[in-house]
């Protein structure tokens, strides 16, 4: 008896998540909010459902109450957060995120950041992109721009998502 393969494997993952959006930004609208949108039409195009959004000052209290929010929500199993992961003195996203994770995915921050350094080189290090376990939820704290969002979403949330949640239920 062999051991699936990991494609064998993901392919009795859910093909639509409940989905909630976080933007952490101080300056950003929810008309200005590009890199949001960007999240929601990535995810709907793939099948999932936005269960919720939310933008939020990159106040830790703020991002912290939204994620309660979030674990509180049955429609919710996923939370994907965007902004406030860089070294700036109002970047908080981070220690916000970190201080709830049961689990942490490290290999999400760490294959990110490669990735990244592959596109622009050494400021890849400036990342504290993140994800882990709460509550159930798998959660995603990715940069704010537009081109971190997009790769990360691509070619590392979205390729897992369900297989992800699938795991989370077990």
Known sequence: MSTPSHKEHKHHAPRSVGCMIITCSDTRTPETDTSGQ?????????????????LVKDEPAQIRARISDGVANDSVQAIIINGGTGISRRDSTFEAVD?????????????FR????????????????TAGIIKGRILFSTPGSENAVRLAMEKLILPELGHLVKELTK
Not at 99 to 111: C, H, P, Q, S
Not at 114 to 129: C, K, V
């Open 38 to 54: 960007l999240i929601q039409k990535l995810l709907k195009e793939s099948g999932h459902t936005i269960a919720a959004y939310h």
């Open 114 to 129: 490669f990735l990244t350094y592959q596109e622009i080189g050494s400021p890849a290090i400036m990342s504290r992109a």
């Open 99 to 111: 201080a709830m994770l049961e689990k942490r995915l490290d290999g999400f921050g760490e294959v």
